[in-house]
């Protein structure tokens, strides 16, 4: 008979690499926020550097990589790896701009119009009867809503906070007073059919 507890005493854990799509820009912005935050709590000490903290971090956000594995291939704990990545996503959301703030400086640009579209962020289906408002009929996947505002050339100047995928692109634009902030500005914008509803009576220079 196999003894299977002594099989999993002297089995060793194995780890592989796998290619990060990100730019080193990227890994040294996210990586240049963590020492800044860290010097201004006055807390310089970390089981590991900022910069190795930085590609953890993004690759559980981009490849949604499970926690424990991450944690088990960089010898911490599980529960250290979530504190990264809650102080990190912390960090960069508090670099994002108000959406009158963005307008204003679309302005100040010489900017005149404004591209608006929604997009779902696909994520894996979670168990659980509240996973189900992050199915999008539309996409036929569980995601998660967002809706974006760029520049005439299509550069981002602002995205809003996630919504559940089954969110609607209309909703969501209400909701965040896109409209109202679009006549404050004097800027027009510019949308595909699905919401020309409420772009039509948007201001146009």
């Known amino acids: 008979m196999t003894n299977t507890k002594e099989f999993a005493e002297d089995t060793c854990p194995l780890t592989y690499r796998c290619r990060l799509p990100l730019s080193t820009r990227t890994v040294n912005h996210l990586a240049g926020l963590l020492r800044r935050h860290l010097k201004t709590i006055r807390s310089r000490w970390r089981l590991l550097p900022p910069g190795k903290i930085a590609v953890i971090v993004l690759a559980v956000l981009r490849h949604d990589q499970r926690l424990a594995d991450m944690a088990c291939g960089n010898n911490v704990s599980e529960s250290t790896v979530r504190r990264w990545r809650d102080e990190l996503i912390g960090l960069l959301a508090a670099q994002a701009p108000r959406l009158d703030r963005a307008l204003k400086e679309v302005v100040k640009q010489g900017g005149e119009v404004v591209l608006i579209d929604g997009t779902l962020i696909r994520t894996q289906r979670r168990t ?78």
């Open 128 to 205: 659980g009867k509240a996973d189900r408002r992050n199915y999008s009929g539309k996409h036929r996947s569980h995601g998660l809503h967002f809706l974006a505002l760029t520049d005439e050339i299509g550069r981002l100047i602002w995205i809003s906070a996630a919504r559940p995928g089954r969110t609607h692109y209309n909703t969501a634009a209400r909701h965040d007073h896109i409209l109202a902030h679009l006549r404050a500005s004097g800027l027009g914008a510019l949308a595909d059919l699905g919401s020309a509803a409420w772009t039509t009576t948007s201001s146009t220079p």
